[in-house]
């Protein structure tokens, strides 16, 4: 049993996010932890306490209570620590969350921290940054760009439908991914350490968190039409068969640019768009739920 709980919690979060938090807690202590909480209202600030923390090696686990870019913050801090990472998600998509299969009742949520098991996972490095989940060049960061964060905090998800629709007046731009010395013309990337996008739409079957690397999904499509119905072929899961989008396995890629290209990783904007993309050398320890797929050995 994890005994000793330190919980980063972000600052932002909202007021339902601050119930389920104290749920989650109040499950805990039951159960019979130890909990420290730590408020941070910046990335680097999950970063520093999560580090400090593996220094001071007073706890069992250290949990992150927020969104994935919360959850991206702490893990940056104890990559390579052997240090458990758990996750409390009260952000709005919670990518992770669902890719992993957390349960979301506090009970279980508590039981799960408490003695689910701990997994090892490489993160994905855009230039140098870590990342969890997901790193994108092109029309979701381009989204990003247009989030008003207030009102996405005020109405979640709903947040995403207004800056979607502005993305997509503007025609794409292209770019080139090079992929084991293999060019591809392209205006939209994914590059996924997970099965699925936005944690709902499964646009890599065959990936995991556990494997050893990424799928990416090079897309050029080249018109607002076209664009518009690779969003309809990501939500119904039909990426096969389309001429304009390769998907590939593969541990690195290079990405080239001639002008304004946006770019986000774990759904956090990123002011360059990175040059590579890699897996990590680091592991993380990543608490997942008991049963979970993620922890069955893999041949």
Same mark, same amino acid.
């Given at each position: 049993?994890?005994?000793?709980?330190?919980?980063?919690?972000?600052?932002?979060?909202?007021?339902?996010?601050?119930?389920?938090?104290?749920?989650?807690?109040?499950?805990?202590?039951?159960?019979?932890?130890?909990?420290?909480?730590?408020?941070?209202?910046?990335?680097? @600030?999950?970063?520093?306490?999560?580090?400090?923390?593996?220094?001071?090696?007073?706890?069992?686990?250290?949990?992150?209570?927020?969104?994935?870019?919360?959850?991206?913050?702490?893990?940056?801090?104890?990559?390579?620590?052997?240090?458990?990472?758990?996750?409390?998600?009260?952000?709005?998509?919670?990518?992770?969350?669902?890719?992993?299969?957390?349960?979301?009742?506090?009970?279980?949520?508590?039981?799960?921290?408490?003695?689910?098991?701990?997994?090892?996972?490489?993160?994905?490095?855009?230039?140098?940054?870590?990342?969890?989940?997901?790193?994108?060049?092109?029309?979701?960061?381009?989204?990003?760009? %247009?989030?008003?964060?207030?009102?996405?905090?005020?109405?979640?998800?709903?947040?995403?439908?207004?800056?979607?629709?502005?993305?997509?007046?503007?025609?794409?731009?292209?770019?080139?991914?090079?992929?084991?010395?293999?060019?591809?013309?392209?205006?939209?990337?994914?590059?996924?350490?997970?099965? %699925?996008?936005?944690?709902?739409?499964?646009?890599?079957?065959?990936?995991?968190?556990?494997?050893?690397?990424?799928?990416?999904?090079?897309?050029?499509?080249?018109?607002?039409? @076209?664009?518009?119905?690779?969003?309809?072929?990501?939500?119904?899961?039909?990426?096969?068969?389309?001429?304009?989008?390769?998907?590939?396995?593969?541990? %690195?890629?290079?990405?080239?640019?001639?002008?304004?290209?946006?770019?986000?990783?774990?759904?956090?904007?990123?002011?360059?768009?990175?040059?590579?993309?890699?897996?990590?050398?680091?592991?993380?320890?990543?608490?997942?739920?008991?049963?979970?797929?993620?922890?069955?050995?893999?041949?």
């Amino acid at each position: 049993m994890r005994r000793r709980l330190l919980i980063i919690h972000n600052a932002h979060a909202g007021t339902r996010g601050r119930h389920y938090l104290r749920a989650v807690c109040g499950a805990l202590e039951a159960g019979g932890a130890e909990l420290s909480i730590e408020h941070a209202d910046t990335l680097a @600030a999950d970063e520093d306490i999560a580090r400090s923390a593996v220094a001071a090696g007073h706890f069992d686990a250290i949990i992150a209570a927020g969104g994935d870019s919360t959850i991206r913050g702490v893990a940056s801090g104890l990559l390579g620590s052997g240090v458990p990472l758990g996750i409390i998600p009260i952000g709005t998509g919670n990518v992770l969350a669902r890719e992993i299969g957390v349960r979301c009742r506090a009970n279980v949520l508590a039981q799960t921290l408490l003695h689910g098991p701990g997994v090892p996972i490489r993160c994905g490095l855009a230039d140098g940054t870590p990342f969890l989940a997901m790193a994108g060049v092109g029309f979701d960061a381009d989204v990003l760009l %247009r989030l008003n964060m207030p009102w996405k905090r005020t109405v979640g998800r709903a947040a995403y439908a207004w800056p979607i629709v502005r993305a997509l007046v503007h025609k794409p731009r292209p770019f080139e991914v090079v992929v084991e010395e293999r060019t591809y013309p392209a205006t939209w990337l994914i590059v996924t350490r997970a099965a %699925r996008y936005g944690g709902s739409f499964v646009i890599a079957e065959t990936q995991s968190l556990v494997g050893e690397g990424f799928h990416a999904v090079i897309a050029n499509a080249t018109t607002r039409r @076209a664009l518009a119905g690779l969003l309809i072929a990501i939500a119904r899961g039909r990426l096969e068969g389309r001429t304009d989008v390769a998907v590939l396995p593969c541990s %690195r890629l290079g990405v080239r640019t001639s002008g304004e290209i946006a770019a986000q990783i774990d759904g956090e904007r990123l002011f360059e768009v990175p040059r590579e993309i890699s897996v990590g050398p680091d592991r993380l320890m990543l608490i997942v739920p008991q049963g979970s797929p993620l922890a069955t050995p893999r041949n």
